[in-house]
């Protein structure tokens, strides 16, 4: 089965740009796979912490907190034109972008921004997991790190202080959004809000068996 030429031609766009970003080495991970921990994690968090703390819910989170989720963030290329997230469909991620562009789209392609090294979309998909409300689309050649839902609520186990600042943060600012969105997605955030309310509940407050 030959696959369609828009496929190969991104694949062959995404290597021929690996190798000029790289200089033909191999892939960078190889490298950090021969450092000890804790110079990996000084690495990510170097990296990718000032981003994570510009995200609204992480905003004042600690220190360890950030490194932990800077040890979860998943990389991956995007090339030109390719779509990222799809408006419509199921979410449990957020990405920040490391280098690159990523276009902001609706239904008919309109453009309603232009996302650029250092921001970041998708964060409420960490909380609710819920359907996209926009297509993101990387416009140049994008370095991005993904967040998934899983990994953050795993971590928050550990940070029951951090899950309170994030619901409150978050709740403030759903409240603040509900006569902009469509009734269906109201009533789904209700729920959902209701079971962070839960577990949030039960972290801070756990029952002794």
Same mark, same amino acid.
């Given at each position: 089965?030959h696959?369609p030429?828009?496929?190969r031609k991104?694949?062959?766009?995404?290597?021929?740009?690996?190798w000029?970003?790289?200089?033909g080495?191999s892939?960078?991970?190889?490298l950090? $796979?021969?450092l000890?921990?804790?110079m990996?994690?000084? *690495?990510?968090?170097h990296?990718?912490?000032?981003?994570?703390?510009?995200?609204? *819910?992480?905003c004042?989170a600690?220190d360890g907190? *950030?490194?932990? =989720?800077?040890?979860?963030?998943l990389?991956?290329?995007?090339?030109p034109?390719?779509? *990222?997230v799809?408006?419509? @469909?199921p979410?449990?991620?957020?990405?920040?972008i490391?280098?690159?562009a990523? #276009?902001?789209e609706? @239904?008919?392609?309109?453009?309603?921004a232009?996302?650029k090294?250092?921001?970041?979309?998708?964060e409420? #998909?960490l909380?609710?997991?819920?359907?996209?409300?926009a297509t993101?689309?990387?416009?140049?050649?994008?370095?991005v790190f993904? =967040?998934?839902y @899983?990994d953050?609520?795993?971590i928050?186990?550990?940070?029951? $202080?951090?899950?309170e600042?994030?619901?409150?943060a978050? =709740?403030?600012?759903?409240?603040?959004?509900q006569? $902009?969105?469509?009734s269906?997605?109201?009533?789904m955030? #209700?729920?959902?809000a209701?079971? =962070?309310?839960? #577990?949030?509940?039960?972290?801070?407050?756990?029952?002794? $068996?």
């Amino acid at each position: 089965m030959h696959a369609p030429a828009s496929l190969r031609k991104n694949v062959h766009n995404y290597f021929r740009f690996i190798w000029w970003r790289d200089q033909g080495m191999s892939d960078s991970t190889t490298l950090i $796979e021969h450092l000890n921990d804790g110079m990996v994690s000084d *690495i990510r968090f170097h990296l990718n912490g000032k981003i994570l703390k510009s995200v609204n *819910i992480f905003c004042g989170a600690p220190d360890g907190f *950030i490194r932990d =989720l800077c040890k979860r963030l998943l990389s991956q290329l995007y090339v030109p034109d390719e779509i *990222i997230v799809k408006k419509g @469909d199921p979410g449990k991620e957020m990405y920040l972008i490391s280098t690159g562009a990523v #276009a902001v789209e609706g @239904d008919m392609g309109q453009r309603f921004a232009v996302l650029k090294s250092g921001q970041h979309f998708g964060e409420m #998909a960490l909380l609710f997991p819920m359907l996209r409300t926009a297509t993101c689309r990387a416009i140049q050649y994008s370095d991005v790190f993904r =967040l998934h839902y @899983d990994d953050l609520h795993d971590i928050l186990q550990e940070y029951p $202080e951090v899950l309170e600042s994030i619901t409150k943060a978050t =709740l403030e600012k759903l409240e603040t959004m509900q006569g $902009e969105l469509p009734s269906w997605m109201t009533q789904m955030i #209700a729920v959902a809000a209701s079971d =962070l309310n839960s #577990a949030r509940d039960y972290l801070l407050n756990p029952t002794s $068996e």
